[in-house]
């Protein structure tokens, strides 16, 4: 069973910037690759939204419209660490970032992910 843990959460400044990380456990380096991986989030009040994801080799990524250049996301297999690095931020960037991983991969982001972490929250204030 992968387990995935974030880390990274912060409350800043409308304009400001966090970078997000989320370290999976329970596999190998090897075994981490094989993952596709990705970020959402969750605002109180509303549904959980895709943010990003990135395929395998890191070759590949897609993000939600609402990002407009402002995130990007990376991996690193040789930590099993994903991130997800975002700059000019927004109060309604507000909400609990989550990672998910799954062997599986999608042209579209969707929720089908099989692993989940337990969330980091950022806040940001106008």
């Known amino acids: 069973q992968v387990q995935l843990v974030e880390s990274g959460g912060d409350s800043v400044q409308a304009g400001g910037s966090a970078r997000l990380s989320c370290t999976a456990s329970?596999?190998?380096?090897?075994?981490?690759?094989?993952?596709?991986l990705a970020w959402f989030r969750q605002a109180p009040g509303k549904q959980r939204e895709g943010v990003a994801q990135?395929?395998?080799?890191?070759?590949?990524?897609t993000y939600a419209d609402f990002v407009r250049g402002r995130f990007t996301i990376s991996r690193d297999n040789s930590k099993n660490t994903l991130y997800l690095e975002m700059n000019n931020l927004e109060p309604e960037d507000t909400a609990i970032y989550y990672c998910?991983?799954?062997?599986?991969?999608?042209?579209?982001?969707?929720?089908?992910?099989?692993?989940w972490g337990q969330g980091t929250q950022v806040t940001v204030s106008s």
């Open positions: 990135i395929w395998t080799d890191g070759g590949a990524y």
């Open positions: 998910a991983a799954d062997r599986r991969c999608w042209l579209r982001l969707q929720t089908g992910y099989t692993f």
């Open positions: 329970r596999l190998t380096s090897y075994m981490y690759s094989d993952y596709c």
